[in-house]
């Protein structure tokens, strides 16, 4: 299985760099491969540095999701979905706005994903993703490697 997560950026105009000063490490997505098992093959793309592949094999494509990233994160998710690929999508915007991201993926996280991420994986490989995963609880962090 590959899985490939991408960081989206505020948004592109041609001709134009992204800008800097709002950059910031993309740490949910490094938690998440951390919590991705290692026979995952796993791939990134930071939209806000470089060229999203969406030509790149995927099985699955995660993206997380803060309100000023959302309307990219959805132009993202449509290039993946014409390909065929699903998309989950989780973060803050998906939280607080589950009905809205779901018409963009074919599965939103809610909450934190440390306690669900492990039956999107698991999901994902038998190919029957459900449209909502929720967190039941806040995750315990001491488990987190």
């Known amino acids: 299985m590959r899985v490939t997560f991408v960081q989206p950026a505020i948004g592109r105009k041609p001709g134009t760099n992204y800008m800097r000063s709002w950059q910031m490490e993309p ?3 490094a938690l998440l491969a951390g919590l991705t098992p290692a026979d995952v093959e796993t791939a990134f793309h930071d939209d806000r540095l470089e060229t999203v592949d969406y030509d790149r ?17 959805y132009q993202i998710a449509a290039h993946f979905r014409t390909r065929g690929v699903p998309v989950v999508m989780g973060g803050f915007h998906a939280t607080l706005a ?8 074919e599965a ?11 039956q999107v994986i ?12 929720r967190a039941a609880a806040q995750p315990d962090l001491s488990l987190i490697r």
Do not use: H
């Not at 094999?57 to 994160?73: G, K, S």
């Open 27 to 29: 740490l949910p997505i």
């Open 57 to 73: 094999p995927a099985d699955l494509v995660a993206i997380p999701v803060e309100t000023y990233t959302a309307r990219r994160a």
């Open 98 to 105: 589950p009905d809205e991201v779901a018409r963009f993926a």
């Open 108 to 118: 939103v996280v809610i909450g934190e994903a440390e306690e669900t991420w492990g």
């Open 122 to 133: 698991e999901d994902a490989r038998a190919r029957r993703l459900e449209k909502l995963y």
